[in-house]
């Protein structure tokens, strides 16, 4: 049996922020939950758009990048989502970690301090480089696109 505890990567952080840390809030978790690192509720109105900071600044592995994605409970019940979902933290990237989130719902809300406003996953990446051809391999799909296989 493989031990999860292997797999863990050490990132390096500095929480400048009145909050703690993100943790897993489960063992198989695959998000750690963002805070809104602010001093008072800031109201969101509909379609607006804000950037919130989370005091988080961290160094990741080379190899690896953050994304920074949606709460489901908060996107469902209020409409408030990730603008740039997902949003990507590069492993060179030594700024404070922001939110960008919308209201996308017709009714102000309210995003209190400490609130979790998104989640952060960190993913392993590969990087490439292109190979300039003047044909590709056929496939059984070829060039079907958005919704080729129909909707049912």
């Known amino acids: 049996m493989y031990n999860l505890m292997n797999?863990?990567?050490?990132?390096?952080?500095?929480?400048?922020g009145r909050q703690p840390l993100p943790a897993y809030a489960t063992p198989l978790s695959a998000g750690m939950d963002l805070r809104a690192d602010i001093t008072e509720p800031v109201v969101?109105?509909?379609l607006e758009r804000r950037l919130f900071p989370t005091g988080l600044f961290i160094?990741?592995?080379?190899?690896?990048e953050a994304q920074v994605r949606p709460r489901s409970g908060l996107a469902l019940?209020?409409?408030i989502?990730?603008?740039n979902t997902p949003g990507t933290i590069d492993a060179?990237?030594?700024?404070?970690?922001?939110?960008?989130?919308?209201?996308?719902?017709?009714?102000?809300?309210?995003?209190?301090?400490?609130?979790?406003?998104?989640?952060?996953?960190i993913a392993r990446h590969e990087q490439v480089t292109f190979q300039l051809v003047d044909a590709l391999d056929e496939t059984e799909r070829g060039?079907?696109?958005?919704?080729?296989t129909g909707v049912k």
């Open 44 to 46: 969101l109105q509909p």
């Open 77 to 79: 019940k209020h409409g």
């Open 59 to 64: 160094a990741l592995p080379e190899g690896y």
């Open 92 to 121: 060179d990237y030594r700024g404070e970690v922001g939110v960008l989130l919308v209201n996308l719902s017709q009714e102000p809300f309210t995003i209190e301090p400490g609130e979790r406003i998104a989640q952060m996953v």
């Open 81 to 83: 989502t990730v603008l």
């Open 143 to 148: 060039a079907g696109g958005y919704g080729h």
């Open 7 to 16: 797999a863990m990567i050490e990132v390096k952080v500095i929480n400048r």
